[in-house]
């Protein structure tokens, strides 16, 4: 009889926390609006490894730059898929370049760079941007859009790994605003 009670005890306590345990709990990993200097960022991966920000609306795409960069351990991505969203995470982030999808609801790739631009600590920021709209000869000369360089989708992670390394030469020299 006491095991039994003491099972049907159990059962209860298990079902109530179960009940509680059942809310989601959502957390946003950067803050809103803030200009703190987020130490923690200085203590991700090693000092020679370059942080990246990719902003593009495919949340598809914009995952499997950062497993493919990551993977190479020379890189720190940050994906953002929110045009909106992109100028603050570039804000709390710090990336020594950002790729930036020319097509995104919102905002257009132009008015983000612009913000980036006018931002004193992020205005030496390589920005390049990704787009469909245009072939791949025409990224591979030296056409611009909106004065920036660009690569075309899709894009071959070769080539995002080269459009790194002559954007950001060397990782102190980049990171000039530290």
């Known amino acids: 009889m006491v095991c039994y009670l003491a099972d049907q005890l159990e059962t209860q306590l298990q079902a109530r926390c179960h009940k509680h345990m ?72 710090r990336p020594d370049l950002i790729f930036l999808d020319v097509d995104m609801p919102d905002l257009l790739a132009g008015e983000i760079a612009a913000e980036v631009r006018a931002d004193f600590e992020l205005q030496y920021t390589p920005i390049i941007f990704l787009t469909a709209l245009a072939m791949q000869d025409e990224a591979n000369t030296s056409l611009q859009i909106d004065k920036y360089p660009f690569l075309a989708k899709p894009i071959d992670i070769q080539e995002l790994i080269n459009a790194i390394e002559a954007h950001v030469p060397g990782h102190s020299q980049a990171r000039g605003h530290d």
Do not use: C
Request: charged residues 25%; glycine residues 4%.
């Open 22 to 93: 059942n809310k989601v709990i959502e957390v946003d990993f950067l803050p809103g609006k803030t200009n703190v200097a987020f130490s923690w960022l200085d203590s991700i991966g090693h000092s020679t490894q370059r942080r990246i920000l990719v902003v593009d609306s495919d949340k598809n795409m914009t995952h499997l730059v950062k497993i493919l960069l990551e993977k190479t351990g020379r890189y720190v991505v940050f994906e953002e898929n929110e045009s909106t969203k992109a100028y603050q995470t570039a804000r709390n982030f």
